[in-house]
C-alpha cells in the first residue's frame, strides 16, 4: 500500500519539488514527471503533481517509486525561511508515496518456457525479491521522512 502524508500549514511546491528530485538523484533514481497541472480553483488554486522514478538493480529487477501531491482550494502564501520570502501556498495537500518491485521489466524471461520460468521465479529470484521487497519498502519509507522534515512535520 501507498503511503500517505496528509498535511495543512503553509508550504512551498518549489521546495517540496527539489527535496523529492534531490532524494531521488542522491539513490540514483531516473526521474519522469508525468503531471503537472496549476490552476485557479473554486476559491484558491488547485495544484497537482505526479513524479515517477525507476532503478535498474539488474536486467530482471527495478525499483519504482512514484512522488504526488495533491492540493485544492490553495491561497498563496509567503513563507519567510532563513531570513527569505518564499512563495508557497497555505491549504490541504495530500501528498502519495506509492512503490514497487517491478520484475522483467526488460520482458526477457517472457520468451521462455513456461516450466522454466516457474524454476527461476521459485528458486533464485524468490530469494532476491524477497530481499528487494524489504529494501524499496525502506527506501519509501525513507522518503516520506524527507518530505515531513521539509515540511516540519514529526517523523516518529
Given amino acids: 500500500d501507498p503511503f500517505r502524508i496528509q498535511y495543512y500549514g503553509t508550504y512551498s511546491i518549489e521546495k517540496l519539488t527539489k527535496t523529492v528530485y534531490d532524494w531521488y538523484h542522491k539513490e540514483g533514481y531516473t526521474v519522469f514527471e508525468n503531471v503537472y497541472k496549476h490552476k485557479k480553483g473554486g476559491e484558491g488554486y488547485d495544484i497537482e503533481m505526479k513524479l515517477k522514478a525507476h532503478k535498474k538493480i539488474n ?4 525499483y519504482d517509486i512514484g512522488y504526488e501531491i495533491k492540493s485544492r482550494d490553495s491561497e498563496p502564501a509567503e513563507i519567510i525561511e532563513n531570513g527569505q520570502k518564499i512563495k508557497g501556498y497555505k491549504g490541504r ?3 502519495v508515496i506509492d512503490f514497487a518491485l517491478e520484475t522483467d521489466w526488460q520482458k526477457t524471461l517472457t520468451k521462455l518456457p513456461i516450466k522454466l520460468k516457474k524454476v527461476l521465479y521459485s528458486y533464485f529470484m524468490k530469494l532476491h525479491i524477497e530481499d528487494d521487497a524489504d ?18 512535520m514529526s517523523t516518529t
Fill in 59 to 62: 536486467e530482471h529487477l527495478r
Fill in 93 to 95: 495537500a495530500t501528498i
Fill in 135 to 152: 529494501i524499496i519498502y525502506y527506501k519509501a519509507v525513507d522518503l516520506q521522512k524527507t518530505i515531513k522534515s521539509t515540511l516540519g
